[in-house]
T-cell receptor, first 114, second 114 residues
Framework: AQSVAQPEDQVNVAEGNPLTVKCTYS??????LFWYVQYPNRGLQFLLK??????LVKGSYGFEAEFNKSQTSFHLKKPSALVSDSALYFC????????????FGIGTKLQVIP | DAGVTQSPTHLIKTRGQQVTLRCSPK?????VSWYQQALGQGPQFIFQ???????QRGNFPDRFSGHQFPNYSSELNVNALLLGDSALYLC?????????????FGNGTRLTVT
């Protein structure tokens, strides 16, 4: 079985400061890792993914994530937070082999304070 | 380029009734996955359709069923509704049924069971 843990229900950061949203995963085989963002009353939007290769992945809106195999982590980062980044962020995992079943974490609410 | 569209946007049903939710995938996509997102939770995988067949299924009872049509659109049917079925139902489309493709989500159908 595959699983995702997002240990923080909410992350507060001041505008202009760097932000990190944490994610750890458990999966058999090679992990495929994703970050999605959800705004109120909307569906999820894809931000970035790690499939293979460089451990630092760059995505939309200036976000990036670092894959760490030994720590089974895939933390989301941004060098300088914007108020408009305030939203709900979901980490997700699938794996090589078989058809697509993506497992999502519970989500982390990011609040950027002006 | 039309994204994923879901209908209806909101629905109120009574316990024991049946409901059908509809989804049109993003143009060019051939795979549809359905997710249930309860309040304050991450999306939970219901099932995936690819080539008009159910390819993967999550831990949902048989009351949840679906269908994919030749034009790749999909329906989610829920029979004998329970209060606990109240949630946001998300449809996501992707290409090729594999694990590497990002999911493109619709804005969901908010189902309330009274």
């Amino acid at each position: 079985a595959q699983s995702v843990a997002q240990p923080e229900d909410q992350v507060n950061v001041a505008e202009g400061n760097p932000l990190t949203v944490k994610c750890t995963y458990s999966v058999s085989g090679n992990p495929y890792l994703f970050w999605y963002v959800q705004y109120p009353n909307r569906g999820l939007q894809f931000l970035l993914k790690y499939i293979t290769g460089d451990n630092l992945v760059k995505g939309s809106y200036g976000f990036e994530a670092e894959f760490n195999k030994s720590q089974t982590s895939f933390h989301l980062k941004k060098p300088s937070a914007l108020v408009s980044d305030s939203a709900l962020y979901f980490c997700a995992v699938s794996h090589s082999g078989g058809y697509q079943k993506v497992t999502f974490g519970i989500g982390t609410k990011l609040q950027v304070i002006p | 380029d039309a994204g994923v569209t879901q209908s209806p946007t909101h629905l109120i049903k009574t316990r024991g009734q049946q409901v059908t939710l509809r989804c049109s995938p993003k143009s060019g996509h051939d795979t549809v996955s359905w997710y249930q997102q309860a309040l304050g939770q991450g999306p939970q995988f219901i099932f995936q359709y690819y080539e008009e067949e159910e390819r993967q299924r999550g831990n949902f009872p048989d009351r949840f069923s679906g269908h994919q049509f030749p034009n790749y659109s999909s329906e989610l049917n829920v029979n004998a509704l329970l209060l606990g079925d109240s949630a946001l139902y998300l449809c996501a489309s992707s290409l090729g049924g594999g694990q590497r493709s990002p999911l493109h989500f619709g804005n969901g159908t908010r189902l309330t069971v009274t």
